[in-house]
Structures are given as C-alpha cells and as structure tokens.
C-alpha cells in the first residue's frame, strides 16, 4: 500500500515548545529596534525551514514590530544577522523561563551554522 506523500514533509504545526517560545516572544520588545508597541513571532526563513537536514523553521522565529518586518518582508532590508539574533534571544528565553526550555541542541547548532 502506498503512503500519501505530503507537498512538504516539514509542514507541520509548531510543536508545544516551539509554541512556549512564541508566547514569549510576543512579550518582548523588537529584536531590531527595540520598540515596545508590540511585536509579531518572524518566522526567519518561514516555517517550513530546515538546515542540515533539522527542522528549524518554528524554532528560528523573531520577534520584529511591524514597522521592522515591514522594511523586511516588503522592502527587502536586511536588518542584522538573524542566526546571532536568534542566540540572543535564545539565551534570554532560557534566563527567563528555565535552561532546558530553549533549542534543542541540534536546534542551535543548525541555527548557528545557518549564521546569517
Ligand atoms: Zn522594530
């Protein structure tokens, strides 16, 4: 019997600690500007993304105001490096809400292999 082939095999929902760092995210002021008129969980490289064969898609997520993903998504500006970003923010979710609550390992390291 043949097994129905999804479109993309990485389509999946975010999963209950992906979902754990978008709820965060959305608390913080921008990554880039710092403003805090509240912001949007980014998905970096969109939610489908893996590198290095991991799944990182609803991991590697920001959290832009709207006017910074707007400069973004519709003009194009590279705002900083998105990898170096995502480690900081990392790292402040694990200070905040508990060490092991943050990327897997192999999350990370995909994340910082990505390095842009
Ligand atoms: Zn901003």
Redesign the pocket.
Known sequence: MQRKKSNNRNGRLANASEKKFHGWLKEQP?C??G?EAGVIVDHAKGATFSHNKVHIGHRFCLC??V??DTQKTIHGRRLGNESEKFAELDNQYRIAVGYSAGASSEEWWAIKEWGK
Do not use: A, K, R, T
């Open positions: 921008c880039w500007c403003s832009p105001c006017e910074c």
